[in-house]
């Protein structure tokens, strides 16, 4: 059973920096590439960032691009997400996502298991 957990998220102001983290549970955590997504209120999940199963293959959404980094730690079954520059529009749960058989995906169908979430709010 493979578990994921988000944590990190808060209150901020704009311009401020978070890191979210994703700690990955019950299965070899190299075998899955890892996607975050974000959901804000009222609005259809959205894809942020992904990163392949040995580090690799990083994709970003134009709209975080040079503000975010998406990194993982195959020893600790872990993967983070540096938010830099943050903006209200920001404002999201996040959450993270593992996917079994696609690298570089922003299609929230194609991963397998999602975490809880963590909720981001950035204040103007």
């Known amino acids: 059973q493979v578990t994921l957990v988000e944590s990190g998220g808060g209150l901020v102001q704009a311009g401020d920096s978070l890191r979210l983290s994703c700690a990955f549970s019950?299965?070899?955590?190299?075998?899955?590439?890892i996607g975050w997504f974000r959901q804000a209120l009222g609005k259809e999940r959205s894809f942020v960032a992904t990163?392949?199963?040995?580090?690799?293959?990083?994709v970003y959404a134009d709209s975080v691009k040079g503000r975010f980094t998406i990194s993982r730690d195959n020893f600790k079954n872990t993967a983070s997400l540096q938010m830099n520059s943050l903006k209200p529009e920001d404002t999201a749960v996040y959450y993270c996502?593992?996917?079994?058989?696609?690298?570089?995906?922003?299609?929230?169908?194609?991963?397998?298991?999602w975490g809880q979430g963590t909720q981001v709010t950035v204040s103007s």
């Open positions: 990163i392949g199963r040995s580090g690799g293959h990083r």
């Open positions: 996502a593992a996917a079994t058989y696609y690298s570089g995906s922003d299609n929230p169908a194609t991963y397998d298991y």
């Open positions: 019950g299965r070899p955590f190299s075998n899955y590439a």
